[in-house]
């Protein structure tokens, strides 16, 4: 089946720094991924759609400034947090649409910042 | 504005019972439903994915069921055993939206020994 990876898999950074994290696509093409967060004992809440070539669509209340995504490829999408704040701490989640307008998901990149 | 419910949100139940996982949601004008299983800090493994024009989907033990009309689905999990705990999500996509799920609560279950 379709995979989807994250790296890196947990990442802890001092407030005030930016951290990127990718979304890769193994096996397949995808014009389309998404980007996730998950507080703990919530369920995921949809931040972006990244389109290859083209500006992520943000969801609202979403700062675009501060969550910097990049589609650059038909396999990779980079989220980058910049200015990171405790508050910022999640686990982050990405999926990416195949041909078949299924999704695979990622496993997950936990931030910590302290 | 797509809202989607999943009752009980925690659910403990001995090996072997069969259970029913519930999933509402308030725009019956959806593309498919799918079911998701979370496993604690980790990604979502897909278990069933049923279009609107379906009516139920079958993988092994599980079953699940869609009733557009009156906004529900539900998940049948057979022969439960302690592997299955998990978290279970439901997640709708809308016709036209981008391919943007809108995910459920979530179902904490736990199988006990």
């Known amino acids: 089946g379709a995979v989807v990876s994250q790296h890196p898999s947990w990442v802890i950074c001092k407030s005030g720094t930016s951290v990127k994290i990718e979304c890769r696509s193994l096996?397949?093409?995808?014009?389309?991924m998404f980007w996730y967060r998950q507080f703990p004992k919530q369920s995921l809440m949809l931040m972006a759609t990244?389109?290859?070539?083209?500006?992520?669509?943000?969801e609202q209340g979403v700062e675009k400034d501060k969550f910097l995504i990049n589609h650059a490829s038909l396999t990779l999408s980079t989220l980058t947090v910049t200015s990171a704040h405790p508050e910022d701490s999640s686990f982050y989640i990405c999926?990416?649409?195949?041909?078949?307008?299924?999704?695979?998901f990622g496993p997950g990149t936990r931030l910590t910042v302290t | 504005k797509q809202e989607v419910t999943q009752i009980p949100a925690a659910l403990s139940v001995p090996e072997g019972e069969n259970l029913v996982l519930n999933c509402s949601f308030t725009?019956?004008?959806?593309?498919?439903l799918q079911w998701f299983r979370q496993d604690p800090g980790k990604g979502l493994t897909s278990l069933l994915l049923?279009?609107?024009?379906?009516r139920e989907q079958t993988s092994g033990r599980l079953n699940a069921s869609l009733d557009k009309s009156s906004g529900r689905s539900t998940l049948y999990i057979a022969a439960s055993q302690p592997g299955d705990s998990a978290t279970y999500l439901c997640?709708?996509?809308?016709?036209?939206?981008?391919?943007?799920?809108?995910f459920g609560t979530g179902t904490q279950l736990k199988v006990e020994l």
């Open positions: 999926s990416a649409r195949s041909l078949h307008y299924e999704q695979y």
């Open positions: 096996d397949f093409q995808a014009t389309t």
């Open positions: 990244s389109n290859e070539g083209s500006k992520a669509t943000y």
């Open positions: 725009d019956s004008a959806i593309y498919n």
């Open positions: 049923i279009q609107s024009s379906q």
């Open positions: 997640a709708v996509m809308l016709p036209g939206g981008g391919n943007k799920l809108t």
